[in-house]
């Protein structure tokens, strides 16, 4: 068993109200805090999805309201947005599909919940969004794009990771990625302000895409 895999079991077994703190003082400097995060996230899902589906176990499993809970406290430490979406529409998908209600779902794993803080978080118009993708499209690539030879990589790949065209094409790639998770569970939003705003957003989503053609 990995430490990784000892610290989750053992998160099982520690009451609820003490999981924040105890899972906090134990994050690891040595491992990359979202790999962390993520591997917590994937064993709850899987957790989540085998009582559902009513699988034998030997050992404790983590239930909806501490998969959700990881999602949350992850969010709240810089856990990427696109990758917070992902796992919780996995994991509304699994409870719906076994016959749960939205209403019976934790409050920030509900469709409206988990929309609009998505939404929230793209920090651009879908205008804006277009047109910065097809800025970006259109940018054609010189000399200078590429690691001459004797060049410190490492620096320049640092000095590229700064520029507002690299983060601009990986916010866009995380919108993309964000609104085709989003897309199944439209249908299951209450809010119809949020349904319109969701569904403008999947008609320009062709247009999001950053990448050269």
Not at 52 to 81: E, K, N
Not at 131 to 149: G, I, K, S, W, Y
């Amino acid at each position: 068993m990995t430490e990784l895999e000892g610290t989750y079991r053992k998160l099982l077994l520690i009451d609820p109200p003490l999981r924040r703190q105890w899972l906090l003082d134990r994050k690891p400097d040595a491992v990359s805090p979202v790999y962390w995060w993520l591997a917590l996230i994937d064993s709850a899902t899987s957790d989540v999805r085998r009582q559902h589906r009513g699988w034998p176990g030997h050992r404790p499993r983590a239930d909806m309201p501490l998969a959700v809970f990881l999602i949350d406290l992850a969010s709240d430490h810089g856990f990427p947005m696109e990758l917070a979406v992902a796992h919780l529409t996995s994991l509304i998908t699994i409870a719906l599909d076994a016959g749960q209600r939205v209403q019976e779902l934790p409050a920030s794993a509900r469709p409206d919940t988990v929309a609009r803080r998505a939404v929230d978080s793209f920090g651009m118009t879908r205008e804006e969004a277009a047109a910065r993708a097809a800025n970006l499209r259109a940018t054609p690539l010189t000399e200078d794009d590429f690691v001459q030879p004797g060049e410190d990589w490492r620096a320049r790949w640092q000095a590229l990771t700064v520029t507002d065209d690299y983060q601009d094409y990986h916010r866009l790639l995380a919108i993309e990625r964000i609104l085709t998770d989003l897309a199944p569970l439209v249908r299951h939003m209450t809010d119809a302000h949020l349904v319109a705003d969701v569904r403008a957003w999947l008609r320009v989503l062709t247009e999001l895409d950053p990448t050269r053609r």
